[in-house]
């Protein structure tokens, strides 16, 4: 999608309103970055989140109607605290380290030490994590009960923290990846069919989502060291500071977006209890599966904006302008379609216990439009032209303003709808802004 803009855009200027110059100037740009690598990992990141889309339909129906709204609200609860614990250990790597790997991708050596100083912080990070979640299982009431499941939703931590898409990513080798990461869901998917039979088997559910990437690790990072020059020993105490200096602003900002996201959950069952999270799991699962399809702009255009922006800053902005143009429609698009098809969409994936999910999905309905205008203009902008503070800010006033929504329209609406009303005003805040301060820049 981002090669045919791309592609487009050069044919814009090469047409008698553009200048030779700025015609030979882009096509040099494409051609010293390589168009066909961009191609082919666009197309593997595009068969990940096709994989995304089509593999849930078979797996989210059947286990929907096996666990029933209460084990699958209990899967969504602990799946939501791994999730959580996992921002920590993952220090918002998976965009800082990407964009340094990207920036120095024609630099061997020092994408070595990016990769080796990142994921020894990253361990260190992922064993404290782990050991304060066990501590909560031990002393949270409750918690005991359903201590498999808790102790399953660890290997979602463990794949978090060494899945190696940051780096592939940024290296743009992504193919492999995509073909290791099919196929190790394929597997679970059958696993899951096969192992998973009664609301008893939560934990199976649950630990069959993490499995995968931990089992992706292995597959990938092979890929990713053979791009790079081989750095023997362990990073200097400067390397590991340098990287947490670089990271702390970002990973502010990514820790309240995944916490304002993932801890909805956590307070709809806390407020609701599991039925009612059951219900928002549902809702929230189909809008996690179309942003994954807005979210392909950003995963291919993350680099290569990374890269022009660092190198040339005009053609990265002219990349962003069509890359607005696309997130928008497209967005626009999925938001109808979220609306239109809320009741048939939660009758075929989730069974006609989950008929309240129908509703929460119609009040979600607009932020695909939201995404795909904030997926350039605050993600890829913000993020790569020196405005990570206002990013961070922006961000901090948005997941305050909806969790201080949720709290207010619990009082009047059920749990589901008050994260619904919560995650769309935070949305709202996070795109307006952050286009607004796209457009000022632009035009300056």
């Known amino acids: 999608m981002v090669v045919a803009v791309m592609a487009r855009d050069a044919e814009d200027k090469a047409s008698p309103r553009g200048g030779v110059g700025m015609v030979a100037r882009v096509r040099a740009t494409v051609l010293a970055l390589g168009s066909s690598r961009l191609g082919c990992n ?11 889309l089509i593999l849930p ?25 791994a999730l959580l614990l996992s921002i920590i250990a ?11 790997v990207a920036a120095a991708r024609h630099e061997p050596a020092t994408v070595g030490r990016v990769i080796r100083c990142v994921l020894l912080i990253k361990t260190v990070l992922m064993l404290a994590v782990m050991a304060f979640y066990g501590a909560l299982v031990l002393l949270v009431p409750g918690w005991w009960d359903d201590r498999w499941v808790f102790i399953a939703s660890m290997a979602m931590i463990v794949g978090q923290v060494y899945l190696p898409m940051w780096a592939l990513q940024g290296l743009e080798r992504m193919v492999g990846f995509a073909i290791a990461i099919i196929g190790w869901r394929l597997a679970s998917m059958v696993a899951t069919l096969l192992l998973v039979r009664s609301p008893d088997d939560v934990a199976y559910a649950v630990l069959l989502q993490g499995l995968p990437m931990i089992l992706v690790a292995f597959t990938g990072w092979p890929t990713a060291w053979a791009e790079v020059t081989a750095v ?13 200096r670089d990271g702390a602003r970002v990973f502010v900002a990514m820790a309240t977006i995944n916490f304002y996201t993932s801890i909805q959950v956590v307070l709809v069952s806390s407020v609701g209890g599991p039925v009612a999270a059951g219900y928002w799991g549902a809702a929230e699962r189909c809008l996690t599966a179309v942003k994954a399809v807005i979210s392909v702009l950003f995963q291919i255009a993350l ?11 005009d053609a990265g902005l002219q990349l962003l302008r069509r890359a ?9 698009v999925l938001s109808a379609g979220m609306w239109l098809g809320a009741d048939l969409g939660t009758w075929i994936l989730f069974g006609p216990a989950f008929g309240p999910s129908a509703d929460v999905i119609r009040v979600l309905a607009p932020i695909p439009l939201l995404v795909g205008i904030s997926m350039v203009t605050s993600s890829l902008f913000l993020f ?4 990570q503070s206002l990013f961070t800010w922006i961000v901090i006033g948005a997941a305050a303003l909806n969790l ?7 009082l009047v609406f059920s749990a589901p709808m008050a994260a619904a009303g919560g995650s769309i005003a935070a949305e709202a805040v996070v795109a307006l802004v952050s286009w607004w301060t796209f457009r000022r820049y632009v035009t300056a």
């Open 57 to 81: 339909l078979v797996l989210i129906p059947y286990l929907t109607r096996v666990l029933g709204p209460a084990g699958y609200g209990t899967m969504a609860y602990a799946a939501g605290i």
């Open 303 to 313: 680099p290569r904006v990374a890269y022009l922006a660092a190198h040339d800053p």
């Open 90 to 100: 993952d220090y918002a790597f998976n965009w800082t380290a990407t964009r340094q």
């Open 404 to 410: 201080s929504l949720f709290l207010v329209l619990s």
């Open 232 to 244: 023997r020993g362990w990073p200097k105490w400067a390397e590991i500071w340098a990287q947490l």
């Open 384 to 387: 790569n032209y020196g405005h």
């Open 42 to 52: 666009g197309a593997a990141i595009m068969g990940v989140q096709i994989a995304n």
């Open 324 to 332: 607005l143009v696309l997130g928008a429609s497209g967005g626009a």
